[in-house]
């Protein structure tokens, strides 16, 4: 597989400053922004010239250069690190159909399963069935995008809108409890995002466009480079698309830059601006009637009551790295978003603006004792969250009434603490350990409240949390590890806002779930044509949060605390690479995710499955370069059955997908251009995409048939 160099350049300062605007930035923040880059780039450089940010290259397969991942908040060799792991960057991100959901980068990943709710950016993701019955965003896994944080206070990330999938040059995917490095945002794993920094050169970029079925439309355009001491690319993104269901159109638009500054003797900060706006068309689940009649059709409620979801959100960050010695170093982070959020479904309106600022210190320290290493890591993660929000009677076609159904601030603040430690011991054993404490605040204020009708409330959540494992690396092809972990997870802001008893006020019934178990596992390669990646896992929750509807309101969603489980699993990742020209993947994992009580309808069940929750499930690749030039590659993505409720009497079908694409790299007037045609779902198999728990019976969510995308790229 032949290495690709890829590199940017940035916007005239006026330009940056118009498009910081349109993000949704004050624009002192963009001119005093713009003005500090300026003023950088301007500025005479250094003696001697700091050495240029490496040239990105495609990593061959199979290629034995050691992999570093930073998610578990130190620098840890990827064979050294006790918890089950995996890195995607290269060829696996370059050839991706579409580039905009996380159902394409992560269909590789063992543990992991991505249901795409309408074939665009709306997706749910969970790990080892940690958030599995999240109505909306992400719940249970800390994201983490170029260092700042998704999620809100209580560990609900929203939405992945912010993350463009075409500008992403690797993705650490931390599986298994992970409470004790961030906190109730990961008690079910991390998912770790970097974003493309700009190439070696002044000025250099790329554009790109994409177009496919049911009017799939994407243009890109990145520019960056490096100048003196500052690193820099800017992007900006459009997409397009009718959807393969009716009612399912969405339209996205982000920005994105990212300045990395190199201040010389281990001192780095990068400073981050983004914008999104995303407008998705919600088809909501169909009835098994309905899905026999037509599977693309709408639920009629959702063309009654035209059902959408409108994010616009503004982000600025920094983070960095200062040295206080040789041997430590102290790094931080702070940010602030600017979030207008809009759903119309059948009951009401809903209206939320959103400031959600925070960050984090950590401590870092390397020291030697004697033939032995430690690391020590000390630090402090504070995030905060205020939301105003009023909800109106929806009359149909998102017609909103007079009548104000709430009016209400909330105010959110997490605060974690934790104390990491790991320690390099003789004959190639490694000792890793941490601890610890966080708090989630929430608090209402009722704008609506009368003398004897008050919503105002306050939930708060504390807990400490622990992490031990130990790693064994014998020879430099192998290692073996075991970890025990706790995950602490909270009500997440969606579980809380939605109160079954009435419109408004918290959800006052709900407690954290938490969990606890071990993993065991091996990973390596032989003779560079073999990689392995395998682990065992067992994982008791308690708590389970569930789904449910009431008479009253019968159109909502609402949770509660609906049982414990049992969960038992394999991870196993394969790589085969016979040859520089060919490839072959496969990522298999078998899930035993059980209930030992749960309650549903008003019935309490024993050991049933749970939802969504398929027991084999597989995803294989095959590439093969015919030339430097031309690459042919197919996959296919298999799935057993899955149960639509804890009945364990309802299900759906397993299903086979299968994929191809086709490029070829060439150059046109002086450029590099590289063509992409690409096939989901060649077979046109009919099946449901998801289910979910629904009493109502409108659980299924119909999978898109055959599709096809192609796609060109010009680098200059």
Not at 3 to 20: D, H, Q, V
Not at 124 to 129: A, E, F, M, P, Y
Not at 158 to 186: C, M, N, Q
Not at 456 to 463: A, D, E
Request: hydrophobic share 35%; proline share 6%; net charge negative.
């Amino acid at each position: 597989m032949d290495a690709s160099t890829t590199t940017k350049t940035a916007p005239e300062p006026s330009s940056a400053i118009r498009g910081w605007a349109r993000a949704g930035l004050p624009l002192g923040i963009a001119l005093l922004l713009a003005g500090a880059v300026a003023a950088r780039a301007a500025g005479p450089a250094p003696t001697p010239t700091p050495t240029p940010t490496p040239t990105e290259q495609a990593i061959p397969h199979g290629a034995a250069t050691e992999i570093v991942v930073t998610a578990p908040r130190m620098d840890i060799p990827l064979n050294q690190n006790p918890a089950a792991t995996t890195v995607i960057e290269g060829e696996a991100l370059a050839t991706l159909p579409r580039t905009i959901a996380a159902d394409e980068a992560l269909r590789l990943v063992p543990g992991v399963k991505v249901d795409n709710q309408a074939d665009e950016e709306r997706v749910h993701l969970s790990i080892r069935g940690q958030g599995i019955l999240t109505e909306r965003g992400i719940r249970g896994i800390k994201v983490v995008l170029d260092g700042l944080p998704l999620n809100d206070p209580t560990g609900f990330a929203p939405d992945l809108f912010d993350v463009d999938w075409a500008t992403v040059k690797r993705i650490e995917v931390f599986r298994g409890p992970a409470s004790a490095l961030y906190g109730g945002g990961a008690s079910g794993g991390i998912l770790n995002i970097e974003t493309r920094d700009g190439g070696p050169d002044p000025v250099d970029g790329r554009v790109s466009a994409s177009a496919g079925s049911h009017g799939f439309w994407k243009t890109l355009a990145e520019a960056g480079g490096t100048d003196g001491t500052m690193n820099y690319r800017v992007s900006a993104s459009h997409m397009t698309e009718d959807g393969y269901r009716v009612h399912t159109a969405a339209r996205a638009t982000n920005l994105y830059g990212k300045f990395n500054f190199d201040l010389g003797e281990g001192n780095r900060i990068t400073a981050i601006v983004a914008g999104t706006d995303f407008f998705n068309q919600n088809a909501e689940g169909l009835n098994i009637e309905q899905v026999h009649q037509d599977p693309r059709q709408a639920n009629p409620d959702a063309l009654t009551y035209n059902e959408f979801q409108r994010t616009k959100r503004a982000t600025v960050g920094v983070t960095g790295t200062f040295a206080l010695t040789t041997s430590s170093e102290l790094a931080f982070a702070a940010y602030t978003r600017f979030t207008r959020w809009t759903e119309s479904v059948p009951s009401s309106v809903d209206h939320r603006d959103y400031q959600s600022p925070g960050g984090f210190l950590q401590y870092r320290a390397r020291t030697s004792i004697g033939a032995m290493a430690n690391d020590l890591s000390i630090g402090a993660d504070v995030d905060g969250q205020r939301f105003d929000e009023i909800q109106r009677p929806n009359l149909g076609d998102a017609v909103e009434g007079t009548t104000v159904l709430t009016d209400q601030v909330v105010h959110q603040r997490g605060v974690g603490v934790y104390v990491l430690d790991r320690l390099e011991l003789a004959r190639a054993w490694s000792v890793m350990a941490g601890v610890r404490h966080d708090s989630v605040s929430n608090t209402l204020a009722d704008n609506l409240a009368t003398p004897g009708f008050d919503l105002s409330g306050r939930k708060s959540f504390s807990k400490t949390t622990g992490r031990l494992g130990v790693a064994w690396n014998p020879v430099p092809g192998f290692g073996a590890y075991v970890s025990w972990a706790q995950g602490f997870l909270p009500p997440a802001t969606e579980e809380l806002a939605n109160n079954p008893d009435r419109f408004g006020g918290f959800n006052a019934h709900l407690v954290p779930a938490t969990s606890h178990g071990e993993e065991v596992g091996a990973r390596g390669s032989l003779a560079g044509k073999l990689t392995y990646d395998v682990a065992l896992f067992r994982l008791l929750t308690a708590n389970d949060f569930g789904r449910y509807r009431v008479e009253s309101r019968p159109l909502e969603t609402f949770y509660d605390n609906a049982g414990s489980s049992r969960r038992y699993g394999v991870e196993t990742a394969l790589g085969f690479f016979p040859s520089p020209r060919l490839s072959m993947e496969l990522a298999y994992t078998y899930s035993r995710f059980r209930y030992d009580q749960v309650l549903f309808n008003d019935t309490t069940y024993y050991g049933t499955w749970l939802p969504n929750s398929p027991e084999h499930q597989a995803a294989l690749d095959a590439e093969y370069r015919v030339t430097p030039a031309f690459m042919i590659g197919v996959g296919a993505d298999l799935q057993s059955r899955a149960y639509v409720d804890p009945t364990s009497t309802i299900w759906i079908g397993g299903c086979t997908l299968i994929n191809a694409r086709v490029s070829y790299r060439t150059r046109l007037a002086g450029m590099a251009a590289e063509f992409l045609l690409s096939g989901r779902n060649l077979g046109g198999k009919k099946y449901i995409a998801f289910t979910e728990p629904d009493p109502d019976g409108n659980s299924y969510q119909p999978g898109p048939d055959r599709e096809f995308y192609g796609s060109v790229q010009l680098k200059f």
